[in-house]
């Protein structure tokens, strides 16, 4: 018997929201509305929302271990002090292709800033392609690039024994594996873990959960999916009232509930009156499985 719930916790109508992160110690979610250029910060208890809007695009944000955040801002890596509502810019990426910017990102296990980049969208998944690059910024805020001709970078994780990291270029449709080397940051041995489904649509954000397993959300699928990384096998399909689910993280108690972003941007008219809530923050409880923590940039 499942008792699986989805709830819209937050009407945000996010035009592309992403990078839910939860911040233990303020029971908060964090996420970005990429093109209203916002970073946002939801308290669960309080219900109430606090919003910081930078001048680019802001497409993921992550913890930082000195206080404050990082958030990856049009193609910089910046500091972000939510206090003062400032950035501060700590390296910048593809400075010879100014239509690009970032796209998802998450630190690691040892504290780098992983994001990749990706051209603008002219409309959703509509770009000129191979333009992006993986790239993370280390704790001495040196970055280093992995690869290049990337179309929408996307979904990242890691392993739970941090040997593995899992990769999303969207329009691959695939959910990808590499060997991770934690003490150097390198990766190796690229190969598809998943090869998405044809109702499953664009593979986008993604997280892991305690028992190894990814789940990753499906852009236009209105779903988010749970993956045995080994075996390859789609282990659970958890439907959401809107279509474009964006990215998804653990949270609440324990990291026992599911939060879940979504876009607004790119529905039609006739679809919004079915899906007024596009655009929200979305709450999975009763899944049976939890999340880990955030890990927080060391720098
Ligand atoms: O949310 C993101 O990661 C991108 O910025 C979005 O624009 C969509 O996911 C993309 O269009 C789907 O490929
Ligand atoms: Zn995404």
């Known amino acids: ?148 001709q990337v179309d929408v970078s996307n979904g990242l994780d890691w392993s739970l024994d941090h040997k593995t990291f899992y990769y999303i270029d969207s329009l691959s449709y695939s959910v990808d594996a590499f060997d991770y080397d934690l003490l150097t940051g390198k990766i190796s041995n690229r190969r598809s873990i998943y090869k998405m489904e044809k109702e499953e649509h664009i593979p986008d954000g993604m997280c892991i959960d305690t028992e190894g397993k990814l789940w990753v959300a499906c852009y236009n699928g209105g779903r988010v999916i749970r993956l045995d990384p080994e075996t390859g096998k789609r282990l659970q399909t958890v439907k959401l009232p809107v279509d474009k689910t964006t990215s998804c993280c653990f949270g609440g108690k324990d990291y026992s509930e599911m939060y879940v972003t979504s876009a607004r941007s790119g529905v039609n008219p006739q679809t919004l009156l079915q899906q007024p809530e596009a655009g929200g923050i979305f709450k999975i409880t009763g899944l049976g499985v939890k999340g880990i923590p955030p890990y927080p940039y060391a720098g």
């Open 1 to 148: 018997m499942s008792s699986i719930k989805v709830e819209c916790v937050l009407r945000e109508n996010c035009r592309c929201g992403e990078s839910p992160v939860w911040e233990e110690a303020s029971s908060s979610l964090l996420f970005v509305d990429i093109s209203s250029k916002k970073v946002c910060r939801w308290d669960s208890l309080s219900k109430q929302v606090q919003r910081v809007t930078l001048d680019a695009p802001v497409s993921s944000v992550a913890l930082r271990q000195a206080g404050g955040y990082v958030a990856t801002v049009g193609t910089k890596f910046c500091a972000l002090n939510w206090k003062d509502e400032s950035a501060v810019v700590l390296a910048a990426v593809d400075k010879d292709k100014k239509n690009n910017r970032f796209n998802d990102g998450k630190v690691d296990p040892a504290g780098r800033y992983f994001a990749g980049t990706m051209a603008e969208e002219t409309a959703p998944a509509v770009l000129e392609r191979r333009q992006g690059s993986l790239y993370s910024l280390f704790p001495d805020h040196h970055v280093e690039k992995y690869f290049d």
